[in-house]
């Protein structure tokens, strides 16, 4: 072992001098001890997070059409979605509808349990989709910068006895999204495909990799500490049936997510990725290719509310994407790569039924170069406000280690119930 | 030069494919010599056991293959209106659900997600003769799979496997890539390996899985013939990912205008119709009437009018910018040495790419000869696909298509299959992940269960280590409690999982 992460309990032995000896490599750790002081108290609430990443840059404008915008038919020949007849879009707030493959959403938002933000986008302004998936995730200012996400740096910045840090992230996928690695501890699950090993020879090794490689001890053990929830719920048997991008797979990795999450002594906080939203081409409108996508999406959505029971009051999804696509339809009735997009919140914790955006519009000249929808809204302040209400973390601290560099970005108000 | 057991097997694990039995004894001297030898020769494994011997037969095939399931649907669709009646016949691919009445045919062109495994079906017919796609594509998996079975050294086979996913297709696109997949591979990337990188990009950008995946098919020039009469227009994905995945890199220096511009270029880029009336159905062809005319500003350079060959032009432009050599000899390294590069063996990679206009043979001389690709302790983690193979070999196993396909699904790592065009991961994070390592423990056991018994554990400890094993390692499969227990452990200790 490397013997710095052995003081679990020991937040009044990191003296600041020992903490100094340490040096670079601990500083977030120690971070952990400090927050005694920098968090309002969370209350009695024990909430859940999940982090739903749309890999390929979802279209926000087929998404959540703005039907009463007078340019959206124009900009979307061939793929616009209907107000009225067959495969209708379901309305929201009268100017946003929702796509007609989403009803469990549109229910939700009705019960004011989901809320859509419009023309939001990261800070990222280039249009590849790795460099923007890692800015999505790493939750810095710029690409290049991938040692750990977001979503862990904010467990090292909750008080460390806590069940939320003490249970670490979850990250589903045999590679799990950037968004959860890092320092603070992660478990992982996937829908398995193969019989599991035996314990016994999971103990065989975890002996031999504790003598010999420090990293692989570490990866091995976080492993295996999720393994009793998964015997528990009855999930060991479960073999996977679709992928990430096909609307059963994504129904499995929700309802297994949503079961170990649920759990009294799983992991609170969650991430996983869907794949498939990059629409160069046949796009489709109500139906075709992104409906079949969106409705895989909302079948997710409603396993998190069913697997996430009596917790579901206490819960946010949050579904995201690198960025948007085009405004305007391209030649081989796809869309581009755009910029802003849209974000859903849902879960019995949000403060729904709201359509939040400072709309744009999509006349040529109110677009992003002309071309994308322009984003007025910052997906970090969404998020920052999320993380401030729900586990109650001070917009000082998340400026610093949560989302660097993002001092003058004030936290949304008002997002959580 | 005496031979060094752990320089040995750091070679074989870091350049290689890993040992077989009796390699270790038959390598004696330098490691270093047998890749270098490789190199020299140009040594390429042709694939064997494959349907096709050029896209040229692969295409017109596909053409039929496709021609046939439309009849056959149609029919299908015909015999079922009249009334409500009973399932399909027993070629049924279709869902059960899609034989009530008056269900459309499903429209799956090119943007369709063909699924490797579903479920299991309800009804149980004799297993059908999978379709062609699904077909070629287990042939070439399996061609390719058993190449890497063959040589002492094998840093050819790890040449072109960091190629291929250089240049990453994934067949989840659809018949299309599914049955081109393997192509590509054999035909733009094999024959290049040792050869110029200008060509391996040309082969690439040219070829039909390329072309399909990434959409390059439809693209019109929106001032071009077909243009103006058609309406439609620009789909710049293959120009990105030319710039940012293939050649310069994303911090390369590119603008939005050159990804636009590049895309113009590269207009009429497409492939022959069906009707066979312009070359080979499915093959590539240039099409002039989609070509955007009139000059293009590419990275501050003008390129004129010119058809095809400006296209060409800008490709070999780009094949020799400085951020292109900076980008291919960092990835290069990356893979082969440490996440974290050493800076010296990058420059020193990125000066003999510029030098020699990017002649791949001295690249490997030069990655070989590197100092620090002999020093740098053992960090990376062997990818799924490194470790499956590495474990065929070392158990002397020859695997079926199924324990091919099947523990590499599981492990993240299916073959022609990353999410998307920038491949598979490359890093330690991302491959000994802690759902990751369970996951290759299971495919550990399983193949422990299918091979151990007539495996002696001790052989094995000196067929796979030698003396580099160390003591806990190999007190660890010694001291299992079964023959099955041991050949899982060894699978699994940090000297057969880092490279």
Redo the contacts between chains.
């Keep these: 072992m490397s013997g710095h992460h052995d003081h679990d309990d020991g937040c009044e032995a990191m003296t600041p001098s020992r903490r100094a000896v340490l040096g670079a490599a601990s500083a977030l750790f120690a971070w952990s001890c400090v927050p005694k002081m920098a968090y309002a108290a969370p209350g009695a609430r024990d909430p859940r997070f999940v982090v739903v990443i749309l890999r390929g840059a979802m279209d926000g404008l087929s998404a959540v059409p703005p039907l009463a915008d007078p340019h959206y038919l124009g900009l979307r020949e061939g793929i616009a979605i209907p107000k009225d007849g067959e495969n209708a879009a379901l309305p929201l707030d009268g100017f946003f509808y929702l796509h007609p493959a989403m009803p469990n959403l549109a229910r939700l938002y009705k019960a004011q349990q989901a809320m859509v933000l419009h023309a939001v986008a990261t800070g990222y302004r280039q249009r590849s989709h790795f460099d923007g998936q890692d800015v999505l995730e790493s939750g810095q200012m710029g690409p290049g910068q991938t040692r750990d996400g977001w979503l862990n740096r904010l467990l090292e910045v909750l008080p460390a006895g806590e069940a939320i840090s003490r249970k670490g992230a979850l990250g589903i996928g045999v590679v799990p999204p950037l968004v959860v690695r890092g320092q603070a501890p992660i478990v992982g699950w996937a829908p398995p495909v193969l019989p599991r090993a035996g314990d016994d020879l999971v103990m065989r090794l975890m002996d031999l990799y504790g003598q010999r490689d420090p990293v692989l001890a570490k990866a091995f053990a976080q492993g295996a500490s999720i393994e009793k929830i998964i015997n528990r719920e009855g999930m060991a048997g479960q073999r996977a049936r679709g992928g990430p991008d096909n609307a059963e797979g994504m129904r499995l990795i929700a309802a297994g997510a949503a079961k170990l999450v649920n759990a009294d002594d799983g992991p609170r906080v969650a991430a996983l990725a869907f794949e498939g939203w990059d629409t160069h081409a046949n796009e489709g409108g109500a139906t075709g290719r992104l409906a079949g996508l969106l409705r895989g999406l909302d079948g997710a959505l409603a396993a998190f509310e069913t697997g996430l029971k009596d917790r579901w009051k206490d819960t946010v999804v949050m579904v995201v994407t690198e960025f948007g696509r085009t405004a305007r339809v391209n030649g081989t009735v796809g869309t581009d790569h755009g910029t802003g997009t849209v974000a859903f919140m849902v879960g019995g914790a949000v403060r729904g039924g709201r359509v939040i955006a400072d709309w744009p519009g999509l006349k040529l000249e109110n677009l992003l170069d002309q071309r994308d929808l322009k984003p007025t809204m910052d997906l970090r302040a969404v998020t920052k406000g999320v993380l401030t209400d729900l586990f109650g973390v001070s917009g000082p601290v998340l400026a610093e280690k949560v989302f660097p560099g993002t001092a003058g970005l004030a936290p949304v108000k008002g997002l959580v119930v | 030069m005496s031979s060094d057991p752990g320089l040995t097997l750091l070679g074989l694990h870091r350049f290689g494919l890993g040992p077989r039995p009796g390699d270790l004894a038959r390598i004696g001297g330098d490691i270093r010599e047998v890749m270098r030898a490789e190199i020299a020769g140009k040594q390429v494994a042709s694939i064997a056991g494959v349907s096709f011997a050029s896209i040229r037969e692969a295409a017109p095939a596909l053409r039929d293959f496709s021609e046939t399931e439309r009849m056959q649907r149609e029919v299908r669709v015909a015999a079922a209106q009249p009334m409500q009646g009973p399932a399909p016949p027993a070629a049924a691919t279709l869902a059960p659900a899609a034989a009530q009445g008056t269900v459309p045919p499903p429209?799956a062109?090119?943007?369709?997600?063909a699924?490797p495994q579903?479920?299991p079906a309800p009804a149980r017919p004799p297993p059908p003769e999978p379709p062609l796609p699904q077909r070629t594509y287990r042939e070439e998996v399996l061609g390719r799979v058993h190449a890497m079975l063959e040589p002492l050294g094998g840093l050819s086979e790890r040449l072109v496997a960091f190629w291929s996913n250089h240049f990453a297709v994934s067949v989840?696109k659809g018949n299309q890539v599914r049955t081109f997949a393997g192509l590509l591979e054999r035909e733009a990337i094999r024959p290049h390996v040792h050869g110029r990188f200008a060509d391996m990009l040309l082969g690439v950008e040219m070829h039909p899985a390329m072309i399909f995946f990434?959409?390059q098919q439809?693209?019109?020039g929106?001032n071009s013939r077909a243009?103006a009469r058609r309406g439609?227009?620009?789909?710049?994905?293959l120009a990105?990912e030319i710039m940012?995945l293939h050649t310069l890199g994303?911090?390369g220096g590119y603008t939005?205008a050159d990804?636009t511009a590049l895309a113009h270029m590269i207009t009429g880029w497409t492939l022959a119709p069906p009707n066979g009336q312009e070359g080979i159905p499915g093959t590539f062809r240039f099409n002039a009437n989609m070509h955007e005319p009139g000059e293009q500003l590419l990275l501050g350079k003008r390129y004129g009018e010119g058809g095809f060959e400006r296209g060409k032009a800008a490709l070999a432009d780009l094949a020799r910018h400085p951020s292109t050599a900076q980008h291919i000899a960092r990835k290069l390294t990356r893979h082969f040495v440490a996440d974290e590069p050493p800076a010296s063996m990058v420059a020193r990679l990125a000066k003999v790419f510029r030098d020699t206009d990017g002649d791949l043979q001295a690249l490997s001389f030069a990655l070989l000869d590197s100092p620090e690709a002999w020093s740098a302790p053992a960090t990376k983690m062997r990818s799924p696909q490194e470790f499956l193979v590495a474990s065929a070999r070392a158990l002397g196993r020859k695997p079926e298509i199924g324990q091919i396909l099947?523990?590499l699904?599981?492990?993240?790592h299916p073959i022609w299959q990353p999410?998307?065009p920038?491949g598979f991961?490359d890093s330690?994070?991302?491959?000994?992940?802690?759902?990751?390592?369970?996951?290759r423990?299971?495919?550990?056991?399983?193949i422990a269960r299918q091979s151990a018994s007539g495996i002696d554990p001790k052989g094995l400890v000196e067929d796979i280590f030698g003396p580099a094993a160390?003591s806990?390692?190999r007190q660890?499969i010694l001291r299992?409690?079964t023959r099955y227990?041991a050949v899982?452990?060894a699978l699994?200790?940090?000297e057969f999982?880092?490279r």
């Design positions: 429209a062109p090119s943007g369709a997600i699924s579903t479920g989840n990434l959409d439809q693209s019109l929106p243009g439609r227009g620009l789909n710049e994905n990105r940012e994303v911090a939005q990804v099947g523990p699904n599981a492990m993240g999410g998307g920038n991961p330690v994070a991302a491959w000994a992940s802690p759902e990751g390592l369970k996951t423990l299971d495919v550990s056991a399983a160390s806990e390692t660890a299992a409690e227990q899982a452990i699994m200790a940090p999982q880092r």
